[in-house]
């Protein structure tokens, strides 16, 4: 699907938080984007050099809208209320380009509606010069040549096209992720999702590859599995780009320590999509020894467990403390839960929603299996469906026809 976009995220270590990490899960998940948060736009837009002056320069007061501006936008149907409750300093500034952008946007397909749309969700556009514009048009067509669909993706992520700083390493990392074996749709889903590791220079991309391709083979990963397997992890997880290769090899001899194979390791990281890297040795820590001391079990049935379920691993103790606070709340033993730890992966909200449904079909979720609860949405749907027919099936049919033999 070229050129499709997915709403992820997820930052890694103590420089980006883990709330970031569960928004892009839970895009990749259900579709909708959790708002990956951009940097303003602001000091980029008051040290530009086309600020200086301009055929559209006004004699604006500091502190007073451009009435040019208002004007433009007036002539667009733009929602100017919206703009002023968000993004008011945008009106502000004694520059702008509504005419060149809106102009730009109708050329590439999008209609009125399409361009307002766009101006209200991202005000920083029309800071944005014709110039500024065409060379990131020009660079999303290396993986987006249909100008309608490039238009859609603009139309849907305004904020990831307008952020039109750090051209050169944009440039230079979509032409590495292509050498590297990354399909078009999914760099495009980079830009669209991940915008910020593109600001990286395309050597320190590199060093993060190397140093996952290196770890890979001395946990026991091979040649011939090695490209599918980074290519794999990157598509899941492009977040892991952000990381330092010094946090890559720390977390990964923790878990050598914590007594895990290398087998196991690579195990994990898969599972873990990567994610691991945002956690650091403490917080792990911390983790594995409130659980192992909830689960009361020795260290080689806790690794069992965490295998079975590295939520164990990667939730943080306040997050498993009230899940699991949660499901004993509903009469769940923590026998149940050591036998299906992978339910500690759904949040209260759900599994109160669940047993609830269940319950409704005369299901005791306290006597039965706690894998009728747990997996996906589409997982639980068709466990229920399956409950809810053999519910409602007949004992016997008396239309059904008798098989007697003679």
């Known amino acids: 699907m070229l050129c499709s976009g997915l709403h992820s995220m997820m930052l890694r270590g103590v420089a980006h938080s883990a709330k970031d990490t569960v928004t892009f899960l839970l895009a990749r998940s259900h579709g909708s984007s959790p708002g990956l948060k951009f940097l303003s736009f602001w000091p980029e837009v008051t040290n530009r050099s086309f600020l200086i002056h301009s055929t559209y320069t006004t004699d604006t007061k500091p502190g007073e809208e451009n009435k040019k501006?208002?004007?433009?936008?007036?002539?667009?149907?733009?929602?100017?209320?919206?703009?002023r409750r968000v993004k008011e300093w945008v009106l502000l500034q004694e520059v702008a380009y509504v005419p060149e952008i809106a102009r730009i946007l109708r050329e590439m397909g999008a209609d009125e509606p399409a361009i307002a749309s766009i101006l209200e969700r991202c005000p920083e556009a029309m800071l944005r010069s014709p110039a500024e514009v065409n060379s990131q048009r020009a660079l999303w067509q290396l993986v987006c040549q249909k100008e309608n669909q490039l238009i859609k993706?603009?139309?849907?992520?305004?904020?990831?096209?307008?952020?039109?700083?750090?051209?050169?390493?944009?440039?230079?990392?979509?032409l590495f992720f292509q050498e590297l074996g990354l399909k078009n749709n999914i760099i495009t889903r980079f830009l669209t999702s991940a915008p910020s590791i593109f600001h990286n220079p395309p050597e320190k991309n590199k060093h993060v590859i190397e140093t996952l391709q290196r770890n890979y083979l001395s946990l026991g990963g091979s040649d011939a599995n090695m490209k599918i397997w980074i290519l794999k992890l990157l598509s899941q997880n492009p977040f892991i780009l952000l990381s330092t290769s010094s946090a890559i090899q720390e977390n990964l001899e923790f878990l050598r320590k914590s007594d895990f194979t290398d087998h196991e390791v690579l195990q994990l990281l898969s599972k873990l999509k990567g994610f691991i890297f945002q956690l650091t040795p403490s917080t792990m820590q911390k983790s594995m020894l409130f659980s192992k001391n909830f689960f009361k079990c020795s260290d080689q049935e806790f690794?069992?467990?965490?295998?079975?379920?590295?939520?164990?691993?990667?939730?943080?103790?306040?997050?498993?403390?009230?899940?699991?606070?949660?499901?004993?709340?509903?009469?769940?033993?923590?026998?149940?839960?050591?036998?299906t730890p992978m339910v500690l992966e759904l949040t209260t909200q759900i599994v109160q929603y669940r047993i609830k449904k269940l319950s409704a079909l005369g299901y005791s979720i306290k006597s039965g299996n706690l894998e009728n609860l747990n997996g996906t949405k589409k997982d639980f749907e068709a466990n229920y469906g399956k409950i809810q027919s053999k519910k409602e099936r007949p004992m016997f049919n008396p239309i059904a026809p008798l098989n007697i033999e003679d």
């Open 69 to 83: 501006t208002i004007e433009d936008l007036h002539g667009l149907s733009v929602d100017i209320k919206k703009i």
């Open 153 to 174: 993706l603009i139309e849907q992520f305004p904020d990831s096209f307008f952020a039109t700083g750090y051209h050169e390493n944009q440039k230079a990392n979509i």
């Open 303 to 339: 690794k069992q467990l965490v295998l079975k379920c590295p939520a164990l691993l990667y939730y943080s103790v306040p997050i498993l403390e009230e899940r699991l606070e949660g499901l004993l709340k509903e009469g769940i033993s923590i026998a149940q839960i050591r036998e």
